[in-house]
């Protein structure tokens, strides 16, 4: 079992910044890839960032490019999210995911195994 708690959410203007962090325990020996993903009412969950835990290499969506970037500690088994230039259409419930199966694709929730509780991120204009 793996557990992921995020932190770092909350309320900011546009044009503001937030950093997210998610702190995983438990089997992270084998973790493949950890993502970033975000959900709003009625919607369904949208791929934000993800890395590979080896090597680093990155992923964004096309909607947050150059705006947010990813990264990890893997002394920490951390993950982090640093959202610049927020907009409101970033206003989200942000989640982060873990994978631990060897996955070519990141960008499909299905493929991720474990799943944070979500941390609200609410960006007023």
């Known amino acids: 079992q793996v557990q992921l708690v995020e932190s770092g959410g909350g309320l900011v203007q546009a044009g503001g910044s937030l950093r997210l962090a998610c702190a995983a325990s438990?089997?992270?020996?084998?973790?493949?890839?950890m993502a970033w993903f975000r959900q709003t009412p009625g919607k369904e969950r949208e791929f934000v960032a993800a890395?590979?835990?080896?090597?680093?290499?990155?992923y964004y969506a096309d909607s947050v490019k150059g705006r947010f970037t990813i990264s990890r500690d893997n002394a920490k088994n951390t993950v982090y999210l640093q959202m610049n230039s927020l907009e409101p259409e970033d206003t989200a419930i942000y989640y982060c995911a873990s994978d631990h199966d060897y996955n070519g694709n990141y960008d499909y929730a299905r493929i991720y195994d474990y799943w944070g509780q979500g941390t609200q991120v609410t960006v007023s204009s």
């Open positions: 890395i590979r835990w080896s090597g680093g290499t990155t």
């Open positions: 438990g089997r992270t020996w084998n973790i493949w890839t």
